[in-house]
């Protein structure tokens, strides 16, 4: 029996290899925007992580006539009321920042608060179906920002952000998968990804 497919609505390869270990065992064909050759830019405008994984999935579902799945996420730090947050990836000020761009300019901000730099990642994962219907799942990690980079894996902020003794870029792929806020998002996601794949 052919596997039944799911189009990952990102390019983001640090995404794609999380999410396909995530979803490993199955029974689904994930496919990524490049093996379908379909190229699709969403401006990620809305006002909530829920939102902008909307739409990302619905619009790459639509393109495609395959269910997709998206998702959204963000760091937020409680010693700067929340932010990044939303515009965790367009934090740093100076256009084409790279990521280690965007730590520093976070750690510049946190440079005269007070340690512990308590913060939290969310996610939501949007599953939408060409049809037009979406359906979410949520998951978070709670943690903190340390000023000191370690690790090698991972991407975005993870080089910073300390849980159980360790930042998220020490962790290896499988212990990540059991504890970052996209593993969880995706793990409750799962769920309606059996029930609209069948």
Same mark, same amino acid.
């Given at each position: 029996?052919?596997?039944?497919k799911?189009l990952?609505?990102?390019?983001?390869r640090g995404?794609?290899?999380?999410?396909?270990?995530?979803?490993?065992?199955l029974?689904? !064909?994930?496919l990524?925007?490049?093996?379908?050759?379909? !190229?699709l830019?969403v401006?990620?405008?809305?006002?909530?992580?829920?939102e902008?994984?909307?739409?990302?999935?619905?619009?790459f579902? #639509?393109?495609s006539?395959?269910?997709?799945?998206?998702?959204?996420s963000g760091l937020?730090?409680?010693?700067l009321?929340?932010?990044?947050?939303?515009?965790?990836?367009?934090?740093a000020?100076?256009?084409?920042?790279?990521?280690?761009?965007?730590?520093?300019?976070?750690?510049?901000?946190l440079?005269? /608060?007070?340690?512990?730099?308590?913060?939290?990642f969310?996610?939501?994962?949007?599953?939408a179906l060409p049809?037009?219907?979406?359906?979410?799942?949520?998951g978070? /990690?709670?943690?903190?920002?340390?000023?000191?980079?370690?690790?090698?894996?991972?991407?975005?902020?993870?080089?910073?952000?300390?849980?159980?003794?360790?930042?998220m870029a020490?962790?290896?792929?499988?212990?990540?998968?059991?504890?970052s806020?996209?593993? #969880?998002a995706? !793990?409750?996601?799962t769920?309606?990804?059996?029930?609209?794949?069948?």
């Amino acid at each position: 029996m052919t596997p039944a497919k799911l189009l990952l609505a990102t390019n983001n390869r640090g995404k794609v290899a999380e999410i396909k270990a995530l979803l490993d065992g199955l029974g689904i !064909q994930v496919l990524t925007p490049a093996e379908l050759g379909v !190229q699709l830019e969403v401006a990620e405008d809305g006002a909530t992580y829920a939102e902008n994984a909307s739409k990302k999935a619905s619009a790459f579902a #639509r393109l495609s006539g395959l269910v997709s799945l998206a998702d959204d996420s963000g760091l937020e730090v409680d010693a700067l009321d929340g932010k990044p947050g939303l515009h965790s990836h367009r934090f740093a000020p100076q256009p084409g920042a790279t990521d280690a761009d965007r730590r520093r300019f976070l750690l510049a901000r946190l440079g005269g /608060c007070p340690r512990p730099w308590t913060a939290r990642f969310r996610a939501t994962v949007a599953v939408a179906l060409p049809s037009g219907e979406v359906r979410l799942a949520f998951g978070e /990690c709670e943690g903190e920002i340390i000023p000191e980079e370690r690790g090698s894996h991972g991407f975005g902020y993870d080089p910073i952000f300390l849980l159980l003794g360790r930042t998220m870029a020490e962790l290896g792929m499988e212990e990540k998968n059991r504890l970052s806020h996209r593993a #969880r998002a995706v !793990q409750n996601a799962t769920p309606i990804l059996k029930e609209v794949l069948g």
